[in-house]
Each structure stands twice: as C-alpha cells, then as structure tokens.
C-alpha cells in the first residue's frame, strides 16, 4: 500500500500537466531506476512492474544464494541464512527475489524522486510544447494577451503555452490591452535550456500572405498563388498574385467588389496600404506594375547590374517614389531590381545632391522623402505645398530655391 499511496501523490502532476497515465508510469520508472542507480550501484537486477491502470507500482530485487560468509557483493548476492528467512527451503546458487518497498529507500531518496519527477514531467511537457510549435511555423496562431512588457507582449493560449510577441515584430500602430486576442504568424520556436521560446510576429511578409490564405478562398483552394510579399508594416506592402486559370482575375479575386475582400486584411494590418499586382514572367510589364500607381512611360532595364532606368513624366515621379520613398523601394524588393528614376522631357537637370556644399544634407534627404530629387522638380514646386509635404521651415525652404534659382540664372 505504501507504493500505491506514493504513485498517487505523483499523479497530482499528471492532472496539472494533462499527462497521460502510460507516460506518467514510463517515467516513474525511468525516475526510479535512477534512483536504485544510486542507492545500490546498480539497477540491472531490479524488476519494476508497473500497472498504469491500477495506478500500483512493484520493485523486486534479484540476487543469488551463497554461502555464508561468501558473499562479495550485496546487491548481487544473499547468504544462505538471510535468504532462508524469506524461504526456509532455499539453497545456494538459487536466484531469491525480494521486495522492496519505496520506504526502505529512505526519506531523503523519497523528496529526490519526487523533485526528479517533477523535473522530468516538465521536460516531458517543453519537448512535446517544442514539437507542437515547430510544425507550426509559418502558420497564423492566436492567443491572449496576459502581460505587456515594455520589449514584448508575453501572450497565452487555450493551453496555457507562452507565446512572446516582441516589440520590433509588431507593427507601430498596434496596442492591445489585457485579454485581447492577438493574431499573427508562429515566426520561430526554439528551445533555451529545456523550455521553448514561441516567437510571433506580426510583420513578417508571411503574415500578410498566410492573411490572404486565411480570407481568399481561391488562395487557399490553390487557385491563385501568391509569388511574392515585401511590407513595410504599417505602411505600405504590395503582393504579386498569379493564376494558372485564365478565366480567373487574380488582382479582382483578391481585392473584390469595392476592396470588400482586402479591407479585412487591411484593417488587421492596422490600415497598412496593400498594392495587389499580377505576376508576369515579363520584367519590363513586371517593374511597371510594380511602380503602380505611377505610370511609366518607358524602361531600360541592365540585367547583369540588376538595374533598371524608368522614364516617367514629371508629374508621376512623385508617385513612383511614394511618401517616404515606400513606393520605389517596395517596388525593387518586389522585382530585385534597383530602380532608377528619370524626368521625361527634362533636360539640363542638376541632381539635388550636387548642392550638398551649400544645402545641408538632411535637408536633402527630407526633399528625397517626397519624391524630389532634382533641383527643377523642386523649383516647379508651389513653396507653401513644400513646406505642408516636408518637416521644412518656410524659410529653409525658400532659402533653397534662392540657391537653386542662382544655379540656373547663372
């Protein structure tokens, strides 16, 4: 009864850890082996029954009869005379099986087991926790808010597995508060000692596909594909989709009736702007649709170099480049071209940057931000609109157009 009693105070672990009683009785087992290991040098001649239905456990030890006085090692061999007191009609080189209780182990290898049980309980959970999550990476998981850090937001699932969403893979405009639900893609799933670290995110350019997979039937049914996603979250993302069926509008399917289908996504996204283009195997076609919603007038592409020339009118370069130059960039992540702008029709040009000894070059920059890059696309510009589009004073602005003037009437 002493074992019964013992195993059934183990088992509290299994009813906090949902472990099924087999397993529960594999590594009691493995937990008391070590522990005969220990107290006797040896666990090859211990037979350890286990009944997971009965919840009992019985440890027996085998040993040989010897004459008395002969035996050399106690945990292998019994005199003659102790082992006729077990059975009075026992002879030597009989094999004696004898008992033992968990008590007779003393109370210190008592508190050791329980302490190694809970050990390996644990590890047993984090290594089934581990291989759980590592299938699921790259797949759309949702959990609950249960602490916010200032670095991350420590999440929690049905199952009361921890899930950590760092700062830098949420998107700026997200906040969440206590017991809110948090979707987002399973990024990485590793293990840090024995307990495994969840990763999510919530800008990975997976995300925002495994999103379409989630809201876009003929996505998911594998009758449209999306060949690539480049985001700068919170901002701006354009996704290539393609179909191999002709009678399927890929760009319609995904955005729908009035972006019904897309506004979903986008609202997730914290209202990121979502370009949806048609993949072509054309690069010239490719690279234009990429630069949507500017249009191109005409494309010289250097394959070797991975450069591309694009001629667009005036009044489009500001819409190739997008705000923050979001528009350009995505659209070389996007095609893997490096995407150079030029003005059509615009000759004796000078590049703002050539002015960089009498225009301080965060100055420049904050031109280059909306799409001006040149000193005659600034100087067609109204001054007050510069100063509404820029972080520029006034007369910073019109400080700069004197230089630019001065260029030109010279």
Same mark, same amino acid.
């Given at each position: ?22 397993? *529960? ?30 919840? @009992?456990?019985?440890?027996? !030890?085998? !040993? ?30 009989? @094999? ?19 302490? =190694? ?5 644990? #590890?047993?959970? =984090? ?33 009361? =597995? ?20 948090? !979707? ?6 590793? *293990? ?22 989630? #809201?876009? %039937? ?31 509008? %890929? ?30 195997? =054309? ?30 009118? %005036? ?13 350009? !960039? ?7 071209? #490096?995407? @150079? ?37 600034? *100087? ?23 230089? *630019? ?6």
């Amino acid at each position: 009864m002493e074992n019964i009693a013992l195993i059934d105070s183990f088992s509290e672990f299994k009813d906090d850890k949902l472990i099924d009683r087999v397993t *529960l009785m594999a590594i009691l087992e493995d937990v008391f082996r070590n522990a005969l290991k220990k107290k006797f040098g040896s666990d090859d001649n211990f037979d350890i029954i286990i009944n997971p239905d009965k919840g @009992d456990l019985e440890i027996w !030890r085998n !040993r040989i009869v010897v004459a008395d006085g002969e035996v050399e090692d106690g945990n292998q061999e019994i005199s003659l005379s102790e082992a006729q007191k077990i059975e009075p009609d026992f002879e030597i080189g009989e @094999d004696v099986s004898q008992e033992v209780k968990l008590i007779d182990l003393g109370r210190r290898s008592i508190l050791a087991l329980r302490q =190694n049980l809970i050990s390996k309980i644990h #590890e047993h959970d =984090n290594t089934n926790i581990y291989k759980q999550f590592k299938e699921l990476e790259g797949e759309i998981y949702t959990a609950e808010v249960h602490h916010i850090r200032h670095r991350a937001i420590i999440l929690l699932d049905d199952e009361g =597995n921890e899930i950590i969403l760092p700062k830098d893979r949420q998107i700026p405009s997200d906040f969440f508060r206590k017991g809110e639900n948090v !979707r987002g893609v399973i990024e990485s799933v590793e *293990l840090k000692g024995n307990k495994p670290a969840i990763i999510m995110s919530r800008t990975s350019p997976l995300f925002l596909e495994k999103l379409f997979e989630s #809201e876009i %039937p003929e996505v998911f049914d594998g009758l449209i594909t999306v060949k690539k996603v480049v985001r700068i979250p919170g901002e701006k993302a354009k996704v290539a989709v393609d179909s191999y069926d002709d009678r399927i509008d %890929p760009v319609g399917a995904c955005v729908g009736m009035k972006g019904s289908r897309i506004h979903g996504i986008v609202r997730e996204l914290g209202n990121e702007n979502i370009d949806v283009i048609n993949y072509t195997n =054309n690069l010239q076609l490719y690279i234009t649709r990429a630069l949507s919603p500017a249009r191109v007038t005409s494309i010289k592409l250097n394959e070797e170099g991975g450069r591309a020339e694009v001629m667009l009118k %005036p009044e489009e370069v500001s819409k190739a480049i997008g705000r923050g130059g979001h528009n350009i !960039r995505l659209a070389g992540q996007l095609t893997g071209y #490096e995407i @150079d702008v030029f003005r059509e029709g615009v000759e004796e040009d000078v590049e703002l940057s050539e002015f960089s000894d009498e225009i301080d070059s965060w100055i420049i920059e904050e031109f280059a931000k909306i799409g001006l890059d040149t000193a005659k696309s600034i *100087l067609e510009q109204d001054i007050k609109d510069l100063v509404k589009r820029t972080d520029l004073e006034e007369e910073t602005v019109g400080e700069v157009i004197r230089i *630019l003037k001065s260029e030109f009437e010279d």
